[in-house]
């Protein structure tokens, strides 16, 4: 008889092949799909022979699996997707269940979804982060699409995904493309986080004079504070590694271009459409942009020789990691404000709670703050914003003074702190009932007779200004 299979996945690179080495793992038949004979092998060396396969044949692949059919694809997101759609679809049975684990725009998903709708087949966009390790040990799963498509593979991603106090770390997020939208706002605090805590590896070596070795041991003892995360934690690890080809560490040959495979770009595209202020993941996304502008900065460089000999506040490593946690608490708020925001004008309902709960293990962005943010929208599940939460009030108020001094301290020294100063700016913008942009209003009006609102009366009111 021939063994069927529960579950399917397309696309058998190192994250497809870990993300089904470990459904096998907990008890489902998998089955692998993939069009390099390699990739396949590669699988099968991996063992778990008799409740794993791999296949260079779609027709034997869809063949053997259980109905209805649960497929995912792990493939480059854009064109691979539509492609892999547009193969398999006239193999598939009503009823059946495609899922997209990749990063994929959510229009695209939108896309997808109501085109496979008229087929009779499910579409999900699933979210997963974790990176390859967490794909093999336990990722977070953020699942978007028909909830009753959900049911059909929650035993599955329940089981897979990253455990907290026992807690699966994946729920369904809402309809439609949900999931990836969720992940692409993931992303956009990801980079946040990141270029947060470059920022503070700068201002430490170069302020500070911390070599590597220390910079090591400092990010280790944030990583048993409050700043305990993965990214923190794994920047500790980067210290620490030698390099292969000089007698150095292997950060100090890096070059400081970063790269991006656009989904930071794309929140920051979608919060302008959206209205919503994300300035500080914005900002992590233009330093990814600053630093590819390597030669004209090299040349700027030695252009620009001014030696910032400013009033600079003596600062202690400590004030450093207070203004960093400062930060990510800014970071996250904007990304919650953006989900909040997309939740009403997509209608994907969006549970913030939810969403925190699973993000706590998993995802690239998992740290101890995400408890907090968890418990501040299980506390008052209408929460406008997180900055408005009582608990998270008192945080940021025991930080902020800190974060000011190291400010102070990076324009003083002519340290750039890009993200830094705008997550301080951000929240000093926040907080203040009086902003200048009633001048804003009048210089509308004069030039264009654009017209005002007024604090004492209701109405729109036009002035002639000469
Ligand atoms: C994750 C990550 C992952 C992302 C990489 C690279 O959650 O596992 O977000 O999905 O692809 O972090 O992203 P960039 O190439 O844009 O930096």
Redesign the pocket.
Same mark, same amino acid.
């Given at each position: 008889m021939t063994q069927l299979f529960d579950f399917g996945l397309v696309g058998l690179g190192v994250m497809g092949r870990n993300f089904l080495l470990n459904v096998a793992d907990h008890h489902f038949f998998a089955i692998g799909l993939d069009t390099d004979a390699q990739k396949v092998s590669d699988l099968i060396d991996e063992g778990h022979s008799d409740i794993i396969e791999g296949t260079l044949d779609k027709v034997a692949f869809i063949k053997k699996l259980t109905r209805p059919r649960k497929i995912m694809l792990l493939v480059p997101a854009g064109r691979p997707v539509d492609h892999v759609i547009a193969d398999l679809v006239p193999l598939l049975d009503s009823g059946d269940l495609i899922i997209d684990g990749g990063?994929s725009h959510f229009e695209d998903t939108n896309r997808r979804f109501t085109s496979l709708k008229s087929k009779d087949i499910y579409f999900m966009g699933a @979210?997963?982060? @974790? +990176?390859s390790e +967490?794909a093999r040990k336990g990722?977070s799963i953020m699942p978007g699409g028909d909830p009753e498509a959900y049911e059909i593979i929650k035993p599955i991603f329940e089981a897979v995904a990253a455990k907290v106090n026992d807690e699966p770390c994946v729920n369904f997020m809402g309809k439609g493309s949900a999931g990836n939208y969720v %992940?692409m706002i993931?992303?956009g605090i990801?980079?946040s986080l990141m270029q947060l805590i470059g920022e503070s590896y700068q201002l430490m070596k170069l302020g500070l004079k911390q070599d590597n070795h220390r910079l090591k041991q400092t990010y280790h003892d944030w990583n048993q504070g409050v700043l305990q995360s993965f990214l923190v934690e794994i920047t500790s690890q980067i210290f620490d590694k030698k390099d292969d080809f000089t007698s150095g560490d292997l950060v100090d040959q890096i070059l400081d271009k970063? %790269?991006?495979? +656009?989904? +930071?770009k794309w929140t920051s595209q979608n919060a302008m459409d959206l209205g919503v202020a994300i300035p500080t993941i914005d900002a992590a996304v233009s330093m990814r942009q600053i630093s590819s502008m390597k030669d004209i900065r090299m040349k700027a460089s030695e252009k620009y020789t001014e030696r910032s000999d400013g009033f600079a506040p003596e600062i202690s490593v400590e004030e450093v990691r207070d203004a960093l946690y400062f930060a990510f608490i800014m970071s996250y708020a904007q990304g919650m404000d953006q989900l909040s925001r997309a939740s009403k004008e997509y209608q994907y309902d969006l549970n913030l709670q939810s969403i925190a709960q699973i993000w706590r293990g998993g995802?690239?962005i998992r740290a101890r703050f995400l408890e907090d943010i968890h418990l501040a929208y299980k506390n008052d599940s209408s929460l406008e914003n997180l900055l408005l939460s009582p608990a998270i009030i008192d945080k940021v108020n025991s930080v902020v003074g800190a974060t000011r001094k190291v400010v102070q301290y990076t324009v003083a020294k002519g340290i750039p702190t890009l993200a830094l100063s705008n997550a301080l700016n951000y929240f000093d913008v926040f907080k203040s009932a009086e902003l200048p942009l009633n001048l804003i209003q009048a210089q509308r009006d004069l030039f264009g007779s654009h017209t005002y609102e007024r604090k004492d009366r209701s109405g729109v009111f036009h002035s002639e200004w000469d």
């Open positions: 990063n @979210g997963v982060s @974790g +990176g +967490g990722p %992940k993931h992303n990801e980079y970063a %790269k991006q495979k +656009g989904t +930071g995802c690239i």
